[in-house]
């Protein structure tokens, strides 16, 4: 499968921005899908997944109650709508799928490119 992210940007802080990550292939239905983002001189880290069903979600703590992680298997595309934003959200996010993956990046098989989002204070 192939990724493609989207809908980053420069935003102010408790402004709100919806990113998408839409797939290729017909086994997206199948993958779990992620968010991770990764700020300047910083590790990548876990935002927020959810199951192939739609069903089950998981989100890191630094954003649970402001991002919300969802997706439409008719339209190949998973989402992630940011509310609140603060300057410490400023990031690249990348979506990824796998089949089952964790919190950790490498248990991840497939990325996107990656989007920048920018939050001003």
């Known amino acids: 499968v192939q990724l493609q992210a989207s809908g980053g940007g420069l935003v102010q802080a408790g402004g709100s921005l919806r990113l998408s990550c839409a797939a290729s292939g017909r086994s997206f239905r199948s993958y779990s899908m992620a968010w991770f983002r990764q700020a300047p001189g910083k590790e990548r880290e876990f935002v927020a997944s959810?199951?192939?069903?739609?069903?089950?979600?998981d989100y890191a703590n630094s954003v649970k109650g402001r991002f919300i992680i969802s997706r439409d298997n008719a339209k190949n595309t998973a989402y992630l709508q940011m509310n609140s934003l603060k300057p410490e959200d400023t990031a690249v996010y990348y979506c990824?799928?796998?089949?089952?993956?964790?919190?950790?990046?490498?248990?991840?098989?497939?990325w996107g490119q990656g989007t920048l989002v920018t939050v001003s204070s």
């Open positions: 990824a799928g796998q089949t089952a993956g964790q919190r950790a990046p490498s248990s991840w098989g497939y």
């Open positions: 959810i199951s192939w069903t739609g069903g089950s979600t």
